[in-house]
Structure formats: C-alpha cells, structure tokens
C-alpha cells in the first residue's frame, strides 16, 4: 500500500512539474561522444537561463583536452554550438587541467586551465580563453588559448575574476624558490595589458597559497592569500591571511604595502567579494580558541584601502562558532543584496553534513541563520561530502541554491536545494534537497545562477553499475524543482495590483488560465494572461486588497494534457519602502533603465555617480509618487566603459546600487 502511494505522489509530481522537451528528468547530455570520457566539468551562467559548460575530455584516446558547449535556458545547444562541443585546448602535449570559468561582462565567457606544453615534467603555464556567445573565439584570442604566464617555474590551481571590461585577472601559484603568489591581467583582445610584465606580476616575497581575487572596480584587482611567513609549510606552523591591491597598470596601489597587507592573523581558506560601498569581505577560517585543528568561519570587510571598516564588528562576524568537530571547504558569494551567502562542510554531529549562512551588509547574521551556520543536509541517509569549490549560487532573491554529494550504500548521488533569504526551504522543495539524478553517480557538481532566479548544474557520470557515462546538465526553477515548459519569471507587487509573468516557449499560442486563492479562500478561476514577447505571459491583478497575501497558479494544456503551475504568493504591501533595485540591464550599453521604489511624493532623485563619487547627471522622480518605477537615465554625454554607482535619495536617506557599463 504505501509503495503504491508512492508511485501515485510521483505521477502527481510529474504532472505539476513537466520538464522541457530537452531538459529531462536526469539531465541532458552535455557531451554527445558518449564514447569518450567527459569529466570535471566548470561552468559560467550566460545571462539569459543558460549556461557555458567546459570538460575535460579523452576522445583523441592520446591525452586529454577541453571542450566547451553552451546550453540555452530550453535546454537546447545555443545557437552557433554544436553536440560534439567547441575545441577550447585541443594543443598537443597540453594535458590541460581545467580549473575554472567565469563569465565575461559581455555575454560571453573565460575558461582557465594548467597546461603542460611548453614543458611536460618542470613547467606548467597557465592559459584562458574567451568565447562569444555564438560560439567563436573572441577577437584577438589564440586557437588553443593565451597564455597567461611566461615564467621557467611550476604555474598551478589558477583563479579567476573578470575585469568589468572584456578582460580578465587571473591569480595562481608559482612555484619558484619560494611557493609564491601572482597575477596577470590580460584584456579583452587576448593580450597582456598595458604595464603588467610577460610572467605577471609576483604580490608575495613569502611562500603563499590559495589565493582568491576580485576586481576592484577602478580597473585594478584585490588578490588574498594565505601566508606562511611566520612559520613556514610545516603542518603545525603558524600562518596569516594576507592581501595585495593592483592598479590596472599592475603597480601596488597607494598606501598598500610592498610585501602585502596583514588582514587576519592565525588564519587560511580567504575569500574575497565586493561589498556595497565598494570595498571588500574577506571570508577566512580561524582555529578554535579551544580545541586545535577546528575551524571557525568569520567574516571582515575593508574599505578599498585595506583599512577595517568603520562601524563593521570588531574582530568580524562569527558565522560558525567553535563548537566540537572538523570543518572544510567552505565556499562564499554575494547574495545580490549587498551581503553575502556561504556553505561548508562539517562533522559537528560525527558524520558530515551542510551548513549554510547569510551575513548582512550591517554585520549581523541573517534572520533564520543561527550562529554557528544552518545544517542544510539529511542527517539520516549516509555521511555527505562536499564538493569543493562551486557548490552554492545566488537566487537573485537572497537566498541560495546548494549541491552537495552523498556516500551512500550503492553510488554517491548529487542533492540539489533552494534555500531562501530568511534560511527556509523555498516552497515545493524537498526539505533536504532533490537528488539531482536516479542514476548512481553524479561527481564533480558545479552549480551557478540562470540569471532568472533559477539555477543550472552540470556534473559528470562514469560509473559501473548504473552505465552512464559523460557531462550531464539540469535546470531549477524558483517555482519549482525542474525547468517547466511554463515557469514563472517574476510576481511584483504593488499596493493597487500584482503582476505575474510567466515563461512559455510558445506563449504567442498558449491557452491558460491564471488562478488565485488567499489563505482562507480556495482556488478561483481568475482570468487568463496575456502574450508579452516571443515567449514570455502576463497578467495584471488589479483586484487587490492592500496587505493581504494571494497565491497565484498558472493552469495550461501540453501535448493534451492539463497541467498547472506550482503555487506562488505575493504579498501585497500596505505601503512603500524606499527601495533600489538597480539598472537594468546590468551591464547596460551607456544607456540603462533604473528600477527602484518610493515611499511616498517627497523629494527625491535619482542620481548616477562615478567610482570617484563625482555625480554624473541626477534626475528628480518625486513627481512620480509612490510605489515601483522603471526610468531611464540616459546622460547628455555618453558614459565611458567602467564601473558606475547608483544613488537614490530620498527624505535624508541614500540608497547605493553598482551598475556597469561595457562599449
């Protein structure tokens, strides 16, 4: 009896969550040379519901080399990309470890990796390529990539971050007569950038590992590292996290030292991001006080001159306290909201599990977030490992999604998870995730955002007992647990109305039915969306009651069947806040569109700055009352390239949002 209840609630899942006609239930074959072994896939977001994928692949059966492909937000080979995948590094002799990606600016996206060709045993270089999002490589850039350093030593585990302009840093190991760290910017044609030497630029004198950068948006970089100075590479020894700032000609920037910055002493694992003022996090792991070998995770955050910042809790904020157990690779983001999102794995409980956290830009913890992290996990179904590096991604609505991979009695299974801003599960999800696949294995999981609130994952399979072998790929919805051939994009509310928009391949064709219901009213047939482009729906509620909390589905027929969208509420304030959603798009071509809310007709403007706080041009919106607006800034003089600040103010109060703009 219950195995047959079973199988009902999985054929009523089925129904309220159809996938794509591409995007199916397992995932969809990244690679088509199911022949050949693909793995260790890396992979960048394209912005518009797709994504970039790279992997190692062995099809030459001589050595390995790299292909890429890029999936639409269908689930379908974008245009210009092909089923057997673009060459990335096909070089002789390269047997290219493929350590990262990371999307461009523009549309398209960089690929970094090791490679070995230029010496097979004593020197390993670093390469990156750019490819369009039509497929091509970028102008400028090399069949097979460029190279990045140009040193007689050992380069290794690469890092990189884009440069807001077409271009990239790139950070890595250097293994000379110290294991130091360096850095190289090359720009958006492929060559190395004005200033900066052939072999990069070396931040530390001292040995140094693991570095993490970011750019500063003024045209340079921040790199940290962490330092063993004080003590050496012995187990035990103590070491520090150190940092460097770069201009964009490759000099240390003013009032930042030679031999680099101490940022926190006694400790590893650094993560630097943008925060809100345009300064930086740091994310590092410290000793427990009490009980050596254990971790605790804080977070600090610095001006651009690398001095604390004011105001931000001394000593940082704690987000994993020193409680009993081992904890590793943790992993952090930006939440899209001026804080930041992050996960680890831990073993408090004497098997590991997930945990996760939100800081806010005011250096507390997020409500829902307890100190010492929120174990996301099933601590009931085997011992969890995590990933180490690419495991969470911002929901554009602070919160996160997760993947993390199972030990399990048969197989080591992936588990996926959307977990929202306020540290809930995220309604239609299973409380300790979806498991990713029904085949035995899924390794190597990368995860990033669709751009539309969603995320895509991509992981590879070669395994025994299940015979699957290759890169696979899935899409998740905010909605929903699988990419559905009708989604929902966005429900804004206003005080008067709420809008819904929903995605449909076919929309210009789609026979629907909105449908609506408050907490203690059942469902009512509510009117039916209109076509808004080639494959988006919307319907405008004007029947609304301020303050009051309404469900909305989407009722639709596909291939002849009935089916319907999972629930989604909106809350209907009883007035406006003063609220800065930001440019859009993002980044804009010099001309953007602003989205933002007032609180009432006081005055107010809106106002873009440049990184130097100079004000551009300012627009006064009082004139538009209350509520949610979308107005273009569009200055007498065109903007230059670069990063930009949006600045609305209103009744004393300012709010900041970064915007960039690309030629």
């Known amino acids: 009896m219950i195995r047959l209840l079973f199988v009902v609630l999985l054929a009523l899942i089925a129904l309220v969550r159809p996938t794509l006609a591409a995007w199916i239930p397992d995932g969809f074959p990244v690679d ?49 990309w092909t089923a057997q995948g673009a060459e990335i590094c096909v070089a002789s002799g390269s047997n290219p470890y493929l350590f990262g990606a990371a999307p461009d600016g523009l549309g398209g996206t960089f690929f970094v990796w090791e490679d070995y060709r230029n010496n097979s045993t004593a020197q ?18 090399p069949v097979n990539g460029a190279r990045a350093t140009n040193s007689p030593y050992l380069d290794q585990e690469p890092t990189l971050a884009a440069d807001g302009q077409g271009g990239a840093f790139v950070a890595w190991i ?10 190289q910017h090359l720009t958006g044609g492929g060559s190395v950038a004005p200033g900066w030497p052939p072999a990069g630029v070396l931040v530390c004198g001292a040995t140094a590992t693991d570095p993490s950068l970011m750019a500063d948006g003024n045209g340079g970089v921040i790199v940290a590292w962490r330092d063993y100075r004080r003590g050496g590479l012995a187990r035990d020894s103590t070491f520090d996290i150190y940092a460097q700032r770069l201009t964009a000609s490759g000099t240390i920037a003013t009032g930042w030292a030679v031999s680099g910055l101490l940022l926190s002493p006694n400790a590893w694992t650094p993560f630097v991001l943008p925060d809100p003022t345009g300064g930086f996090y740091l994310v590092s792991g410290t000793p427990s006080p009490d009980a050596f070998g254990e971790q605790r995770y804080s977070v600090l955050r610095f001006t651009l001159d690398g001095t604390p910042t004011p105001g931000w809790p001394d000593g940082g904020v704690l987000v994993c306290n020193p409680s009993a ?19 680890w794995f831990d073993d408090r409980s004497g098997g590991y599990d997930i945990y996760a956290s939100r800081v806010l830009p005011n250096g507390t913890l997020a409500p829902g977030f307890p100190v010492g992290g929120l174990r996301v996990s099933n601590p009931n179904i085997g011992v969890e490992v995590l990933n180490p590096s690419g495991q969470i991604t911002a929901d554009g609505l602070g919160g996160a999604y997760l993947i993390w991979i199972t030990s399990q009695s048969i197989g080591y299974p992936s588990y996926v998870l959307h977990l929202t801003g306020n540290g809930t599960v995220a309604p239609g999800w299973p409380q300790y995730g979806l498991r990713m696949a ?18 895509v994952v991509a992981w590879n399979e070669a395994d025994g007992i299940c015979s699957r072998i290759g890169v696979f790929a899935q899409r998740y919805v905010v909605d929903g647990v699988v990419a559905t051939t009708v989604s929902l994009v966005s429900a804004d509310a206003a005080t008067d109305h709420v809008t819904l928009v929903w995605y449909s391949a076919s929309a210009q064709n789609l026979a629907a039915t909105v449908y609506r219901r408050t907490e203690t009213t059942a469902w009512q047939s509510f009117g039916t969306p209109t076509p808004d482009g080639p494959d988006r729906v919307r319907f405008l509620d004007r029947d609304v009651t301020p303050g009051t909390r309404y469900a909305y589905r989407l009722g639709y027929s596909d291939g002849g069947s009935d089916r319907v969208t999972a629930e989604t509420w909106v809350d209907v304030p009883q007035q406006f806040e003063l609220a800065l959603a930001g440019a859009r798009p993002n980044p804009s071509a010099g001309r953007m569109n602003v989205a933002f809310s007032l609180r009432d007709d006081s ?61």
Not at 174 to 183: P, R, T
Not at 328 to 342: H, K, R, V
Request: proline share 5%; with cysteine.
């Open 32 to 80: 088509s040379l199911r022949a050949s072994v693909a793995q260790k896939p890396q992979v960048a977001p394209d912005g518009q519901g797709g994504a970039y994928i790279a992997w190692i692949d062995s099809r030459s059966r001589v050595e390995e080399q790299i292909y890429g492909t890029r999936i639409a937000g269908d689930g379908s080979f974008a245009s210009g």
């Open 438 to 455: 029904s085949t035995c294995v899924q390794d190597n999981p990368q995860i990033v955002t669709d751009g539309s609130r969603g995320a």
């Open 325 to 343: 157990g081992d904890r590793q690779n943790i992993n952090a983001i930006s939440d899209g909201f001026g804080g930041l999102l992050m996960d």
């Open 603 to 663: 005055p107010s403007s809106l106002a873009i700055l440049d990184v130097a706080g100079r004000e551009v041009m300012r627009r006064e919106v009082n004139s538009l009352g209350p509520g949610r607006h979308v107005v273009p800034l569009e200055p007498e003089t065109r903007l230059a390239p670069g990063l930009y600040w949006l600045r609305l103010t209103q009744g004393g109060r300012s709010l900041l949002a970064r915007a960039v703009v690309i030629r």
């Open 124 to 141: 390993g270089d670093i390469y990156i390529q750019r490819m369009k999002p039509d497929g091509t490589i970028a102008s400028g850039w």
């Open 174 to 183: 250097e293994n000379s007569s110290v294991i130091a760290v360096a850095v």
